[in-house]
T-cell receptor, first 116, second 114 residues
Framework: AQKITQTQPGMFVQEKEAVTLDCTYDTSDPSYGLFWYKQPSSGEMIFLIYQGSYDQQNATEGRYSLNFQKARKSANLVISASQLGDSAMYFCAMREGLEYGNKLVFGAGTILRVKS | NAGVTQTPKFQVLKTGQSMTLQCAQDMNHNSMYWYRQDPGMGLRLIYYSASEGTTDKGEVPNGYNVSRLNKREFSLRLESAAPSQTSVYFC?????????????FGEGSRLTVL
């Protein structure tokens, strides 16, 4: 079974508008972490934001925020005031448990295109 | 800061040839990882090393071997390359245990197997 599901293969958003990228996850471990990464066309992986399963508040980093709904097992990325430079592939990822060196599992990604 | 360095960045192989992807990090991280990226499939974990001296299989280990040479270096070897191994390979590292702490990625290595 998929542990991370990103249901939107591609999204379009108008410049300066907000956009939400969906991510749902599946785990029975009470301790986990959720991550979002950006991959521009140049190919590098850029860390955007992190949410821990015990965090009481939704994570925010500048124009990025994470809409964390624990009961629904969703961790959607919200990008406010979209810019042309936000056009990229976005990956949601999860780390389960507290084992040393525990690994990240990634979703298939969502391609975001920002229109001018 | 170099961060995570992968070599080579591009490689073309013929079926059956062998090669090693090298990865080194200068952040004194304990854990290192090898992922492959294929269209529509995101990043899939091949092997990882939680700490120096240990390695474990990920989701797609078949056809690969790894060596954690020391704390800095983690190499990925293809003994007999197959066209199905055409992919972009990413090495990553992370400081330690627990839920916090993101992965730091290298720039990727694009491998084509003919």
């Amino acid at each position: 079974a998929q542990k991370i599901t990103q249901t939107q293969p591609g999204m379009f958003v108008q410049e300066k508008e907000a956009v939400t990228l969906d991510c749902t996850y599946d785990t029975s471990d009470p301790s986990y972490g959720l991550f979002w990464y950006k991959q521009p066309s140049s190919g590098e992986m850029i860390f955007l934001i992190y949410q821990g399963s015990y965090d009481q508040q939704n994570a925010t980093e500048g124009r990025y925020s994470l809409n964390f709904q624990k009961a629904r097992k969703s961790a959607n990325l919200v990008i406010s005031a979209s810019q042309l430079g936000d056009s990229a592939m976005y990956f949601c990822a999860m780390r389960e448990g507290l084992e040393y060196g525990n690994k990240l599992v990634f979703g298939a990604g969502t391609i975001l295109r920002v229109k001018s | 800061n170099a961060g995570v360095t992968q070599t080579p960045k591009f490689q073309v192989l013929k079926t059956g040839q062998s090669m090693t992807l090298q990865c080194a990090q200068d952040m004194n991280h304990n854990s290192m990882y090898w992922y492959r990226q294929d269209p529509g499939m995101g990043l899939r974990l091949i092997y990882y090393s939680a700490s120096e001296g240990t390695t474990d299989k990920g989701e797609v280990p078949n056809g690969y071997n790894v060596s954690r040479l020391n704390k800095r270096e983690f190499s990925l070897r293809l003994e007999s390359a197959a066209p199905s191994q055409t992919s972009v390979y990413f090495c990553a590292s992370r400081q330690g245990n627990g839920n916090t702490g993101e992965l730091f990625f290298g720039e990727g290595s694009r491998l084509t197997v003919l």
